[in-house]
């Protein structure tokens, strides 16, 4: 799938900065927002893991060290076959090997058809991903907005857009129900909005 591009004149972006005024001006100062959107569904699942309570840049660091180890080749047999001690080695968390080994077993069992999952809805989706251990709501949600590439989630449990909500609309004691409850407004394209207040910290 091809990456999703966004500018001030995007449909989805006027839809958003029209039903919510706060928004307009960080539509207007950025340009343009790039959204890759990963078709590998095993690879970005297991990046994801990967990147659980990190910051983007240990997260990178440890995703190229797996990425290099696996030969650029990140498969459930290769996750399955790789030793505990070589994953552990490249600075994953025991922890998180038994996560990446999950979901390895979980795929070539069956117990998850990967490739089934765009035809889902977004809460079916999230229900059959957290079924996975070590998969939970928030790495579902970013599957949908960065793999399926839906165009209408928004994850509250992402501390980055919590922050983002309760800045730019200068409320720092909003709650995840009321930031939930705000989110609504930008329906059906709140993953739009996402992408634009990740964006928010750019102009300190």
Do not use: C
Not at 66 to 71: G, I, L, N, R
Not at 150 to 160: A, M, N, Q, T
């Amino acid at each position: 799938m091809n990456p999703y591009v966004y500018t001030a004149t995007s449909p989805e972006v006027r839809h958003i900065a029209g039903k919510d005024e706060l928004l307009m001006p960080l539509v207007e100062r950025i340009e343009r927002i790039v959204v890759p959107i990963e078709s590998d569904y095993f690879k970005f699942l297991s990046h994801t893991i990967i990147s659980q309570q990190l910051s983007s840049r240990v997260a990178r660091i440890l995703i190229d060290r797996v990425m290099a180890f696996m030969k650029d080749d990140m498969t459930p047999k290769k996750i399955s076959e790789a030793r505990h001690e070589d994953l552990k080695g490249l600075g994953l968390s025991s922890s998180k090997i038994t996560y990446l080994k999950s979901l390895a077993e979980a795929v070539t069992d069956e117990k998850i058809v990967l490739e089934g999952l765009s035809s889902l809805s977004n809460e079916d989706v999230i229900a059959t991903l957290t079924e996975i251990r070590g998969i939970g709501r928030w790495t579902a949600e970013m599957f949908l907005m960065f793999s399926l590439g839906r165009k209408d989630v928004f994850s509250v449990l992402d501390l980055g857009l919590r922050n983002a909500v309760k800045r730019i609309y200068r409320n720092d004691r909003l709650t995840k129900r009321e930031i939930e409850d705000i989110s609504k407004k930008w329906k059906p394209y709140r993953s739009v909005a996402a992408h634009y207040l990740w964006h928010v910290w750019d102009f300190e």
